[in-house]
């Protein structure tokens, strides 16, 4: 497997229907361990970019390769496949489903990802023991894995969606704004424990924020606009 | 597919008490629906039991179903009656292999009072040709023996040689009682669900000795002849009902019915009972159809209140949808997740529904077979309903992808982004 995990050429895309926006990046290359920092102004295109990255997403023009894997040529359940045996996702607010207990929602993955499920269970007995064992990393101990996630604070819950993002090793995590809904303690505390765990797993990371003051955590740091050519963001 | 039949019951079971609700509602009409459909299949049997084995039944001119019902039901009076003369004609008729006259009119304590020969014991068939049967006793020999119908000794109690006392008509008023002459009971028959289970029967020799001092319906003033001096008297019967026949041949039904419905002497009817039953069923199957289809529309009200519960369930589930998509579940997964919890609710009313009826017909039992002498002793679900029951979950089913099919749009258009 070669080093770079996500390689970007020419790609265009356009939401159907919709004129005012195209998202246009001529070149974009992330590498195997690297933690970036994505920026950029409301409505420039961010979250549109990492749902191309997970594959929900399809370009209208160029490639888009995640993981030496061409997304453009998938099928759509082939590129379902594709996310939840690779990338880890996690977001603003309201990672979780309602109804599960936390380690449930930990365990997710696996449900729907033989790989994931055997990575998991690579290194613990169980995918619950795997999934508490997440958990406890991320400052939540043992008590709170059999919880219903709505009894939560926001700040634990958003920790719960981290622990499920690395749940069975994925190659890439992609966040959005993971932590526009915590405090500034909260914010930096959470970005620690994230990025020490994607350290250690040696997982690639995209972050997305608009906060400025985060971007000394990444180890890459980079402006949507910068990457879009001339014609891209809002006309 | 486990990850999805786990997460529809997690999901069902986070909403159970919308879904709990609904599903009681759709059990409702499932009862409603299979009560209805359960009640008619049986209706129409007993129905079809009350009589087999007979060629004709035959009275005075009125409309077959009249005759039916008055000879066959006991519901209803006749308008006139046959000259005993011309039922001694008929059934010296070459081709009728047996003839059982009946004599209607008068009653006990609410039960239909019928006069006959114990021929009636001996010809007359229900259900696959079965004979009446005596739980005890055995048929009436004297003047003022009795025999008396399952139901109408169950529920006064009487035993034999019990003494009771007929009233004229319909009776009930008391006022026109035959007090002066008493009956004994003299057998009691088996059950049989139909009419007979509430009749009284005595011999035609006693209708005639009841009604010596009568006349015109009413006792005849200063005129009493007690029951001892009865047998003096000419009791050979003057008129009688209604007559059931058996043919020799079956062949020669038709020709015997010309034979009678011609008959010179006074203007007579006479009706195959098989056919008479169809005319008199289709009557009866408008009611019956109507409830049937009015139970379906409220089935069809129940599983559209589900429809419309899990779509107004949608909204807030949108972020729900984009976490499942998120971790891998394509849309045909969120799509059979709406599906299955749908039919999930459908199977749990349907079950619902069937064990009401189950519970429901056990205490309604004794009340129908009381009230209308409907038996419903076996409460095995008809084939009809089983498929009234598998067209419901199928119907379910199909109703269950229309939410699926939102939730397939809505997460397409979603991606892992939900907007509101
Ligand atoms: N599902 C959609 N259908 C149509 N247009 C969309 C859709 N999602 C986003 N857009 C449009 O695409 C453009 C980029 O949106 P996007 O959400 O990617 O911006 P963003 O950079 O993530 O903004 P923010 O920082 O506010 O989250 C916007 O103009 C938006 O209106
Ligand atoms: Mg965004």
Redesign the pocket.
Known sequence: MSQTVIDIQNLLFQ?PG?E??RLSIPNFQVDRGERVFLQ?A???????LLSLLGGVLVPQQGRLQVLDTDLTRMTSSERDRFRVDHVGLLFQQFNLVPYLSVRENVILPCRFSQRRRGRALESADSLELSADRLLGQLGLDSTYAQQRVTSLSVGQQQRVAAARSLMGHPDLIIAD?PTSALDADRQSEFLNVLLGRCNEEGVTLIFVS?DQRLAHHFNRSINLSELCSFNAG?V | MRPLLFLAFASAWNRRTTLGLMAISIGLSVMLLLGVEQLRTQARESFSQSISGTDLVVGARTSPIQLMLYAVFRLGDATHNIRWSSYQTISQHPSVSWSVPISLGDSHRGFAVIGTTTDYFEYFRYADRRLLAFSSGKPFVDIFDAVVGADVAQQLGYQLGDSIILNHGAGGMGLSDHADKPFRVSGILKRTGLSVDRSVHISLEAIEAIHLDWQGGAPMPGLSIPAEYVRKFDLAPKEITAIFIGLKSRAGVFQMQRYINQYKTEPLLAVLPGVALDELWSVVSIVEKSLLAISALVVGVGLSGLVAVVLAGLGERRRELAVLRSVGAGPGVVFMLLAIEGLMVVVAGSLIGLSGLMVLSMFATPILETHLGISLATWTLSAESWKLLLIVMATGFLVSLIPGYRAYRISL?D?L?P?L
């Open positions: 939401w919709r005012g926006f950029g409301s409505g420039s295109g961010k979250s549109t704004e608009h809002p | 258009a991606g982004t907007r």
